[in-house]
Each structure stands twice: as structure tokens, then as C-alpha cells.
């Protein structure tokens, strides 16, 4: 009887680094989407194409795509404080685009 090889499992220890982090808010009121891509450059708004409002932020270098819900993703971000701080800096333009509570928010929703 052949003698079988005996294999083994290599044991693997990869590196990694975070590169991306996706996380998601709800401001819980409704955005007026256009009059948003309409006051900032960094805003597309094309709702043929895509439900959602696409903000470029520079620093950090992030992406948020807003939606009417007031339910934002944020992508892009390497760490916990830059979506902190992407979604502040956010906060600061949609403020004053507000159409009231989202109807998830009216119903007794969260």
C-alpha cells in the first residue's frame, strides 16, 4: 500500500488595512434634493439616473449620497471620526432644505 503525503495546512496571517468604511444615518426629516444640488457645486442630483443626490466631500475625501427619506450613505471613509466628520459638514448644507419629519419619522418610525 502507497504511503499517502500527509498534508498540511498552511497557517495563514494576512495583513490588511482598512480602505473603506460604509455607514448609513437618518436625519429624520425629508431633503429637498434639488434645491440641495442646486446650492452646492459638490452635489449631483440627476433623479432619471439615480434616486439620490451624490455630495462629493474633499476632507475627507468621502462620498454621501443623500436621499429625499433624509436616509444618507456614507462611503469612502477610512475611520469612525471621518464619517463623523463628513456627515457634519453635511448636515451644516441640508439644514436649510429640510421638508419636515420623513414619513418614517411621522408614523412613529426611527
Do not use: W
Amino acid at each position: 500500500m502507497a504511503k499517502e503525503a500527509k498534508s498540511k495546512t498552511p497557517v495563514l496571517k494576512p495583513n490588511f488595512k482598512v480602505e473603506n468604511i460604509v455607514a448609513s444615518a437618518d436625519l429624520g426629516v425629508e431633503l429637498d434634493l434639488y434645491a440641495i444640488a442646486k446650492a452646492s457645486p459638490d452635489v449631483d442630483y440627476e433623479p432619471e439616473q439615480f434616486p439620490g443626490a451624490i455630495y462629493k466631500i474633499h476632507n475627507p475625501k468621502v462620498a454621501l449620497l443623500l436621499f429625499k427619506n433624509g436616509k444618507i450613505i456614507c462611503t469612502g471613509a477610512k475611520t469612525n471620526s471621518e464619517i463623523k466628520k463628513a456627515i457634519e459638514q453635511v448636515i451644516k448644507v441640508v439644514r436649510h432644505y429640510t421638508l419636515g419629519p420623513s414619513q418614517e419619522e411621522s408614523k412613529g418610525g426611527s
